[in-house]
């Protein structure tokens, strides 16, 4: 198993790029597609409601919410299928998660603006495992402090980038529009809410 490590300034990142199989990785990409109950959230932006530019659902313990940008998340169950993957990041990586935040994007249209996963019940310097399915895309991140400190990662079909250390006190990330014409690209972020 590949996996590259970029240390960052104050951060850490590990990108497994095979992750899955392409056999493995086009089961889960098509099962979830179809089985996630896919909707498109309002979110709170500078005291404005917008239609995030992407479909999203959250999945955890019922007992665990999760609040981002004035949106309350409400938990569905657990698939088979997503307790398979989060299974599989449990044991590469030593942790334990008892959430996943889903998101499709449909197209190179949608996208994820600049953000840090820094909210409290995550914890100090959480670690975020982020699962990519279908259209490869670039992911971008900047220092908060140093404007000159970025970097990008292609994100492809059944890989795994762990957001480690204090990535996300640090660092803010993004998943920019793109003008090329791609198919749907479905991620998994798995996370430890306390």
């Known amino acids: 198993m590949k996996i590259e490590i970029f240390d960052l300034k104050d951060a850490r990142l590990r990108y497994i790029p095979n992750f899955f199989n392409?056999?493995?990785?086009?089961?889960?990409?098509?099962?979830?597609?179809?089985?996630?109950?896919?909707?498109?959230?309002?979110?709170?932006?500078?005291?404005?409601?917008?239609?995030?530019?992407?479909?999203?659902?959250?999945?955890?313990?019922?007992?665990?919410?999760?609040?981002?940008s004035g949106l309350k998340l409400k938990p569905?169950?657990?698939?088979?299928?997503?307790?398979?993957?989060?299974?599989?990041?449990?044991?590469?990586?030593?942790?334990?998660f008892n959430s996943c935040l889903a998101n499709l994007y449909r197209d190179g249209q949608d996208s994820m603006g600049?953000?840090?996963?820094?909210?409290k019940e995550l914890g100090k310097n959480p670690v975020i495992a982020s699962v990519s399915f279908g259209a490869e895309r670039i992911f971008h991140l900047k220092n908060?402090?140093?404007?000159?400190l970025k970097q990008k990662v292609s994100l492809?079909?059944?890989?795994?980038?762990?957001?480690?250390?204090?990535?996300?006190?640090?660092?803010?990330?993004?998943?920019?529009?793109?003008?090329?014409?791609?198919?749907p690209r479905l991620n998994l972020t798995f996370r430890k809410i306390y």
């Open 22 to 68: 392409s056999e493995n990785a086009n089961f889960y990409f098509e099962k979830l597609q179809q089985e996630i109950p896919w909707k498109q959230d309002k979110i709170k932006l500078f005291g404005k409601e917008h239609f995030q530019p992407r479909l999203s659902a959250f999945f955890a313990a019922q007992d665990v919410n999760y609040a981002y």
């Open 76 to 96: 569905k169950e657990f698939s088979e299928e997503i307790l398979q993957i989060r299974k599989s990041v449990e044991e590469f990586s030593g942790l334990t």
């Open 114 to 119: 600049w953000h840090s996963d820094d909210e």
């Open 144 to 148: 908060k402090t140093d404007k000159n």
């Open 156 to 183: 492809v079909h059944g890989s795994l980038l762990m957001m480690e250390e204090a990535t996300q006190h640090n660092w803010k990330h993004q998943l920019p529009k793109t003008k090329k014409s791609i198919g």
